[in-house]
T-cell receptor
Framework: QKEVEQNSGPLSVPEGAIASLNCTYS??????FFWYRQYSGKSPELIMS????GDKEDGRFTAQLNKASQYVSLLIRDSQPSDSATYLC???????????FGAGTTVTVRA | EAGVTQFPSHSVIEKGQTVTLRCDPI?????LYWYRRVMGKEIKFLLH????????ESGMPNNRFLAERTGGTYSTLKVQPAELEDSGVYFC??????????????FGPGTRLLVL
């Protein structure tokens, strides 16, 4: 079983729609969860971090965490063409200081 | 504030040659990490420095890889001799201090290594 798994892409959504990205993780003790956005050839850029169960909103982005289900998601509302990128779910596994990443979900927003 | 920088951005070498990658973390960041993404796979951890000390090198593939961080500032990752399977994108990341598990890691743009 992979430590972090993301829903397979690619994901294509029309402009203005909601893009929904999902991620599950294997370590029940994980406490810190991150969503990075990566444009082609660029560095992964942090867009959201979440540590507590529930929702966390930042602009058009909402992260949702359910530790009991070992599930974290990212919603992108009012999707824009500039949101077209690969989204990476990352989790600190156990007490280590290294991040485990999912394979990424590529999102394309159609104008 | 300057972000994490990496050099070179691309490197193409032949099998058996040596390549050295460099990472300059964000100024003042004690933690420095190396990660790698090979084609079609997830980004995988290689090693972690706190200042000049290696804290965790459990992800280093084999002894052909040598990482250093003399003086606790920039870091180098040397691959010697390079093999075909070493091809991929090598990312460096940094974070401010150790002890806070929830700290964000800031990533550089990566070095794209192709071994022919």
């Amino acid at each position: 079983q992979k430590e972090v798994e993301q829903n397979s892409g690619p994901l294509s959504v029309p402009e203005g729609a909601i893009a929904s990205l999902n991620c599950t993780y294997s370590d029940r003790g994980s406490q810190s969860f991150f969503w990075y956005r990566q444009y082609s050839g660029k560095s992964p850029e942090l867009i959201m971090s979440i540590y507590s169960n529930g929702d966390k909103e930042d602009g058009r982005f909402t992260a949702q965490l359910n530790k009991a289900s070992q599930y974290v998601s990212l919603l992108i509302r009012d999707s824009q063409p500039s949101d077209s990128a690969t989204y990476l779910c990352a989790v600190y596994i156990g007490n280590d200081y290294k991040l485990s990443f999912g394979a990424g979900t590529t999102v394309t927003v159609r104008a | 504030e300057a972000g994490v920088t990496q050099f070179p951005s691309h490197s193409v070498i032949e099998k058996g040659q040596t390549v050295t990658l460099r990472c300059d973390p964000i100024s003042g960041h004690d933690n420095l990490y190396w990660y790698r993404r090979v084609m079609g796979k997830e980004i995988k951890f290689l090693l972690h420095f706190v200042k000049e000390s290696k804290q965790d090198e459990s992800g280093m593939p084999n002894n052909r890889f040598l990482a250093e961080r003399t003086g606790g500032t920039y870091s180098t990752l040397k691959v010697q001799p390079a093999e075909l399977e070493d091809s991929g994108v090598y990312f460096c990341a940094s974070s401010p201090y150790r002890g806070a598990e929830q700290e964000t890691q800031y990533f550089g743009p990566g070095t794209r290594l192709l071994v022919l």
